[in-house]
């Protein structure tokens, strides 16, 4: 299968880059900018020398389709919405990184991400692609909705519990994410003697991710609480973790938690549990697809601590867009993403 890039000078379009260069069912066929066409992506990225030395075409959906089956949109929040009609009656599948066709409830896209909805025709064609948890729909779909970096680690966490503990009572998300997250461009916030030695909160009560993550945990459990959801800058490149402290309002045990975790994800290729009474970090999943979890359960508060931790361009980005197309076009889920973490 064909694949074309837009937004293939981000590090999510060169982390697929990477990715589809070890694939063996997906060959890239094109790269596209808005802004550097006619140069090599590896004068971009030099660690892509002699190997992918594509040149940076202009973005022209009809010329793609004619050589692609697939594109997987890269680009900053508000712009798929407006490039996907363009490919409306083309022959080609979409994956789109980026928030805009996440959120259902348009109203609730504006609040969050101050920015115009795409439409509603675009927003109802495309399935949320978190690959785990909504395989048949994905299998079906021509336009995928890639999930958030924040929303894949929390919601993997959160899955076991909310689709089969009924009574929740409380749920409280603290979530630390390296630099890359926000992408390549320049901003005084990723600034090296801003970030370095430092540890910061941001968009306090307003985090963009926090309508994505009650719209799936609702889906599963219409019950469920609204979350406080907050996430901190950390000095690092790569890695999301997200501890989440959960209230039920019953007693329950360490060995019901954990029986509902091993049953969710032991036939899940890209989630592994910690042993009981260890717990994951970041470096755990560096440059892999995995997700890890740790769980803990204290009888005194009644609370259940769950610890989720992926890498933010792979399974928070280009790796679950990757495992999407995978089950889309019916390969392997794991071809091109089986590798282990890089450690240290
Ligand atoms: N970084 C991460 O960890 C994650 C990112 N995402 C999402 O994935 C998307 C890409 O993120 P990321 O790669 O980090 O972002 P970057 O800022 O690194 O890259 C985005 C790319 O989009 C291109 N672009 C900018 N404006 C336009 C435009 N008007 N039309 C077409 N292309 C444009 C730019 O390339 P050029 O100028 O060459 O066109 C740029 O290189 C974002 O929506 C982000 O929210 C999701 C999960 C995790
Ligand atoms: C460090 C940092 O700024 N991270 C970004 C991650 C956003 C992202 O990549 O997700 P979307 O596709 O939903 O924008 C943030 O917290 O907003």
Same mark, same amino acid.
């Given at each position: 299968?064909? =694949?074309?890039?837009?937004?293939?000078?981000?590090?999510?379009?060169?982390?697929?880059?990477?990715?589809?260069?070890?694939?063996?069912?997906?060959?890239?066929?094109?790269?596209?900018?808005?802004?550097?066409?006619?140069?090599?992506?590896?004068?971009?990225?030099?660690?892509?020398?002699?190997? =992918?030395?594509?040149?940076?075409?202009?973005?022209?959906?009809?010329?793609?389709?004619?050589?692609?089956?697939? =594109?997987?949109?890269?680009?900053?929040?508000?712009?798929?919405?407006?490039?996907?009609?363009?490919?409306?009656?083309?022959?080609?599948?979409?994956?789109?990184?980026?928030?805009?066709?996440?959120?259902?409830?348009?109203?609730?896209?504006?609040?969050?991400?101050?920015?115009? &909805?795409?439409?509603?025709?675009?927003?109802?064609?495309?399935?949320?692609?978190?690959?785990?948890?909504?395989?048949?729909?994905?299998?079906?779909?021509?336009?995928?909705?890639?999930?958030?970096?924040?929303?894949?680690?929390?919601?993997?966490?959160? &899955?076991?519990?909310?689709?089969?503990?009924?009574?929740?009572?409380?749920?409280?998300?603290?979530?630390?994410? %390296?630099?890359?997250?926000?992408?390549?461009?320049?901003?005084?916030?990723?600034?090296?003697?801003?970030?370095?030695?430092?540890?910061?909160?941001?968009? =306090?009560?307003?985090?963009?991710?926090?309508?994505?993550?009650?719209?799936?945990?609702?889906?599963?459990?219409?019950?469920?609480?609204?979350?406080?959801?907050?996430?901190?800058?950390?000095?690092?490149?790569?890695?999301?973790?997200?501890?989440?402290?959960?209230?039920?309002?019953? %007693?329950?045990?360490?060995?019901?938690?954990?029986?509902?975790?091993?049953?969710?994800?032991?036939?899940?290729?890209?989630?592994?549990?910690?042993?009981?009474?260890?717990?994951?970090?970041?470096?755990?999943?560096?440059?892999?697809?995995?997700?890890?979890?740790?769980? &803990?359960?204290?009888?005194?508060?009644?609370?259940?601590?769950?610890?989720?931790?992926?890498?933010?361009?792979?399974?928070?980005?280009?790796?679950? &867009?990757?495992?999407?197309?995978?089950?889309?076009?019916?390969?392997?889920?794991?071809?091109?993403?089986?590798?282990?973490?890089?450690?240290?």
């Amino acid at each position: 299968m064909k =694949v074309s890039i837009v937004g293939a000078t981000g590090y999510g379009g060169a982390e697929l880059i990477r990715i589809i260069n070890n694939h063996s069912h997906l060959t890239l066929a094109s790269v596209h900018s808005s802004s550097k066409t006619g140069q090599a992506i590896s004068n971009e990225y030099p660690h892509f020398m002699h190997e =992918v030395d594509d040149i940076l075409l202009e973005i022209n959906p009809e010329q793609m389709a004619k050589t692609s089956d697939l =594109v997987f949109l890269a680009t900053p929040n508000g712009i798929s919405k407006g490039l996907t009609p363009f490919f409306k009656d083309l022959n080609i599948k979409i994956i789109d990184l980026s928030g805009d066709l996440r959120i259902k409830d348009r109203d609730e896209y504006q609040k969050w991400y101050k920015k115009e &909805a795409a439409d509603e025709e675009v927003i109802g064609r495309a399935v949320y692609g978190l690959s785990e948890w909504n395989k048949e729909n994905i299998l079906q779909a021509d336009m995928i909705a890639n999930p958030g970096c924040f929303p894949t680690a929390t919601l993997l966490g959160l &899955a076991p519990l909310i689709q089969n503990f009924s009574a929740i009572e409380d749920i409280i998300i603290d979530a630390k994410t %390296g630099v890359s997250g926000a992408g390549r461009s320049l901003s005084a916030a990723s600034h090296f003697s801003e970030v370095n030695e430092n540890l910061k909160i941001y968009k =306090v009560l307003e985090h963009q991710h926090t309508p994505e993550i009650e719209q799936q945990i609702k889906a599963w459990n219409q019950h469920t609480p609204n979350i406080s959801f907050s996430a901190h800058l950390v000095p690092m490149t790569r890695g999301i973790m997200a501890t989440m402290y959960v209230k039920v309002d019953r %007693g329950t045990s360490f060995q019901e938690i954990w029986d509902l975790f091993k049953s969710a994800y032991e036939d899940k290729p890209f989630v592994r549990l910690h042993p009981p009474g260890s717990f994951p970090s970041t470096k755990h999943v560096y440059g892999s697809n995995y997700c890890d979890i740790g769980v &803990a359960y204290d009888d005194r508060t009644n609370r259940i601590t769950i610890v989720s931790v992926i890498d933010n361009l792979m399974k928070g980005a280009a790796g679950q &867009a990757v495992q999407n197309a995978n089950l889309m076009f019916g390969f392997n889920e794991t071809d091109g993403l089986q590798y282990l973490p890089l450690f240290p």
